[in-house]
């Protein structure tokens, strides 16, 4: 199989995390840039990198890229890239664009010049004068930073972010791709119990009990690239395959979620059905002052209420110092929390161990962590208890 270019997108401040994830994939040659990492892989990769990537956004080709300050560059050396490779004769190729600090600034007009220069290019390969486009989806991207072109070809379709368990939404609900690096960063093992006191509709529980089962997140969904003539199907069956191996569903899961909102409970409730873990995840009605725990050691993971996001500044003071007197009477439990509060230790009682930027839609946030103690070797495999 041969070599391709390859680009996981990324939000801004996770691209470490998707380059560690591709790492473990086995991809080792990246280059990790803002919002992006490169990397090198045959075409099972793409199959593989979408169905297992946690924290990225999209996988993408990389067709070309080139430099071009006039629109007669951009359109020349569009054409000269070899997209008879990818596209069929049927294809339905988009084009979406972007551009940031360009002389070519009209992002409607670099859509259409790239979208003319390809179909010119497949007139002169293919012998036809016009295209039916009722084929499969090729999605193009044209984007433009400081006058650098670089063509793409979507293989994910709907974002990554899409697990394929999840239908219906709650108020400002937390992005899968968000979560599942939260969780990441967390340092949590699946051997200790896992913790979201304002969990909603259940994303960080569910996100943790699939990265406890080693269970691909995309196994539940499909990807535009599945449908592409070109990109065997015997690849997808391999990857497939693959991730079957490596899931183990009967992993013991000592997950729990709480929240007060009925109706967010409901959705979380259906969401851990919807995505085969009904007996895994568990979730309950419960105030985060009333929180309590058997376990010795645990984590925190959450993503409560913000300022901006609902209620009085008040009522959300309130809320994070009654999670600071529920977190210190789980003396040996570690919180990581996201929020857009920059003085946590107000709340908490005490200065965070670790604090990073991330963002939670186009909203700024910092993930605050405050470290428990490890617990003793000998006790890492006990036995949990409910919350």
Known sequence: MAKLELIATSTFGLES???QELRDLGYTQLQVDNGKVAFSADELGICRANLWLRTAERVLIKVGEFQALTFEELFQQTKALPWEEWL????????????????????????????????????????????????PRYTIEVSLLKNRVLLTLDTSGVGLHKRGYRQLTGVAPLKETLAAAMIYLSRWHPERAFLDPFCGTGTLPIEAALLAQKRAPGLKRSFVAEQWPNLAKDLWQEAWQ????????????????????????????????EAGLKEGVHFQRLPVAEIRSRFAYGHIVTNPPYGERMGEKEDIDALYRELGESWAGLEHWSLHMLTTERYPENYIGRRWDKSRKLYNGRLECHYYQFFGPNPPRERQGSPAEEV
Do not use: T
Not at 116 to 129: F, H, P, Q, W
Not at 247 to 266: C, F, N, R, T, V
């Open 17 to 19: 995390l998707v380059a």
């Open 88 to 135: 069929p004769k049927n294809a339905c190729f988009p084009v979406q664009g972007k551009s940031v600090k360009s002389q070519l600034f009209s992002v409607p007009d670099c859509q259409a010049i790239v979208k003319k220069a390809i179909v010119e290019r497949l007139k002169d390969i293919y012998g036809m004068s016009w295209f039916p486009e009722d084929g």
């Open 242 to 273: 693959e991730a079957l191996d490596l899931w183990q569903p009967e992993m013991p899961l000592h997950i729990y979620g709480s929240d007060i909102d009925p109706k967010a409970l409901q959705l979380a409730r259906l969401h851990a059905e």
